[in-house]
């Protein structure tokens, strides 16, 4: 979707009273205030439903604002707390550096934290980081031989448990991006 066909459309889509919203000059903005009501309904999602296990994932919509040293410079974080079959219960919206959050923490912990307030445990899987997967719940000295399809013949190549079960559990969550 190009820029100007999504302003065009957040230029119809209310959900909230337009008259009880509030100026960016004014105390108290909310940048989500159109929204903010669908968002209120969906926070009653994880209390109806309880998997055993969640996992969050971070995906990125590409809207505003503009991100200058990232290769995808328009867009928001979007983060969600989903069952590994891609059913989304909790979200949350990162609204950057006006956004009030424990400066000791990072962004990623903060935001697991939030979503599972609720209790559980986390097992936390990280995309680029190259000291993050090994360690998790495995130990990275164990491996497993994944078959890797070259052509017409099969290779067998050693892969730490931890990659397999990461694979196995964020291919799914993806689903809901």
Not at 10 to 34: A, S, W
């Amino acid at each position: 979707m190009t820029y100007r066909h999504f302003k065009k459309l957040t230029k119809y889509l209310h959900t909230n009273d337009i008259e009880e919203e509030k100026l960016t000059t004014v105390e108290g903005f909310d940048v989500l205030q159109k929204v903010r009501p669908v968002l209120d309904i969906m926070e009653h999602f994880h209390k109806k439903y309880r998997p055993g296990r969640e996992l969050v994932d971070g995906g990125f919509q590409g809207t505003s604002p503009y991100q200058t040293n990232k290769p995808t410079k328009w867009g928001f974080k979007v983060w969600g707390l989903a069952t590994p079959h891609g059913y989304v219960l909790r979200g949350n919206i990162y609204l950057g550096k006006k956004e009030i959050r424990n400066k000791g923490m990072l962004l990623e912990n903060q935001v697991v934290i939030h979503l599972l307030d609720g209790g559980g445990t986390a097992t936390v899987w990280y995309d680029n980081r190259y000291i993050c997967v090994l360690l998790t719940n495995s130990d990275p000295k164990e491996n497993v031989s994944v078959l890797r399809k070259t052509g017409n013949e099969r290779l067998a190549i050693s892969c730490p448990v931890s990659i397999v079960n990461y694979t196995k559990f964020m291919a799914r969550v993806d689903r809901a991006d």
